[in-house]
């Protein structure tokens, strides 16, 4: 089935698509909530940022949401609103843009969004997705956030490497499959691959901080690898990072896929990208509740003298520069 | 001149572009000013939304800045965030982006916005330009905005159709000089070219508003054509429009145009999209205050019943219903 979206016109498209969402579309998006309010934007670009050969459109909507949400996270804002501009190219037909659309509204509804806009654009080439989001947070609570402060934690709240190890499967099945025409057999490989696919946040996070009276100082949303994130880090405070390599949690399918494809796995955890984890910096003094009441997280190191800047520490105690990686 | 962006790197070229700009970069942007809170997007890609071949990249800048804050103007709101991720193919070097974002900050400092940032994304074709702004307004002023009724005015902000003709312009010595190669002399179309490349938004707009206690019920931002705006009005309140064609504001030059290609001018100004100006609902009773302190502004129709739909009347006074046009 494919219905041309020139065929039933861009206001039809658009009320189908919020018919029974329990959403409005509403551009541009008034905030409903009151608070402290930041706003955060990512956009999306087909062949740069995912490749639909093996991205489902579906799963595709779901993590572009969370990819702008998770930037809300970080900075313990509520998701409040989202805004969405497709641009489409004539290759994409209505079914397409619902099925992308059902994996957004799926994510804003997990998140509490209760503010939507969804507005569709023309493109030459291929789909770009552009999302902003708004969020909101209790006025009380950002101002009691610390400073970031030399020995800070910096906690880690998951593992990392895995989506970069899927995106690497998926990028050598795509070729195989090219040349041999066989569907390839993904099986042994669902968990690297539901890493890169279909990542999740949990929505609590930010009420469990606040419960435990932890306020994280300094937060970022691991998107372009964990390395990125710690320069980012030591660049906002004007700190310096320590982060021992043993103390990385990388997954046991991340490992095994690293000695497949015979590449060090830390080094897919700092560059990897795409892992939708956190890291978070609470002062030292919190050290017991976070292993008590943040058993999901791992503290990875802690912030240091400006002059050591940002730097990987191996079991040797050799420290190791980071360094950007990418665009 | 020309320098990679790779060749200096990502932060180095966003450290380049914020030094000496006044603002610093930052992303999630929070807001500082208090108020209620309104939050516009725009998704501009390379090929639909604009044509570097006759488009200075200073001049897309500004407009690009303009497009997104007309949104928020529309509803009241003063410009305070805006949130800029470019998408750039590998033809774009620092000079462009420096040049492109030279516009953006001209832009952003006439309007008053006091919080930016900016991110910079990899692209496979062309020019991506996402833009998420923030804007806020006392509550007071938006609680004491009135419900559109049956009879409202509808005002104009200015003339229409003249971007319109101006992009015709572009568009038709492109085919000119690529057949020819001659530099078509564009001289005598200065004003629509004007029109097109660098429309303005006068910034007092709000303040004027607020200070003659004319608060506008419905307003819109006119980039896709007047007839777009008006089919909006009409579907949000739920009334009907009447607009009077002889009404509508139409420059000597954009007729002139209009002869010249043989084209009717107003529905160039009906559908010809660009224009940047606005249209606001105000209460009949307002009559006289915008014919006296808003003489910039032309009351181009007034509100009706649900049952007359978004019609255009001739001088004749047929009745015309209003299309949707494009995408």
Known sequence: MRTEISSIGK???LQRLFENSGFTNGQPVRLKQKGECCTAQKLMLEGCDFDLVYTPLKHLGYKAVLNVLGE???TLH??????VVLGLSKRFCFEDVADLWEGMLAACREHGVSQLSLDLNPSVNGLAIALAACGVQKKGVIDKV???KNMDLICLSGHVGAAYMGLHVLEREKVAFTSSGEQP???KYKAVLGSYLSPEIKPGIIDRFVEADVLPSNGYFLTRGLGEAILRLSRDTGLGAKIYLEKIPISSQTFA????IDMDAVTAAMNGGDDYKFIFTVPLGKHDVIRKDFQDFEVIGHMARPDVGAVL?????????????GF
């Open 313 to 325: 520490v191996t079991p040797e105690g050799a420290e190791l520069p980071i360094h950007a990686q």
């Open 72 to 74: 809300l996270y970080a």
């Open 11 to 13: 206001q039809a498209v």
């Open 146 to 148: 610390p400073r970031t």
């Open 257 to 260: 896929m690293a000695e497949e």
């Open 78 to 83: 509520q998701p409040a609103s989202l805004s």
């Open 185 to 187: 057999d993904l099986s």
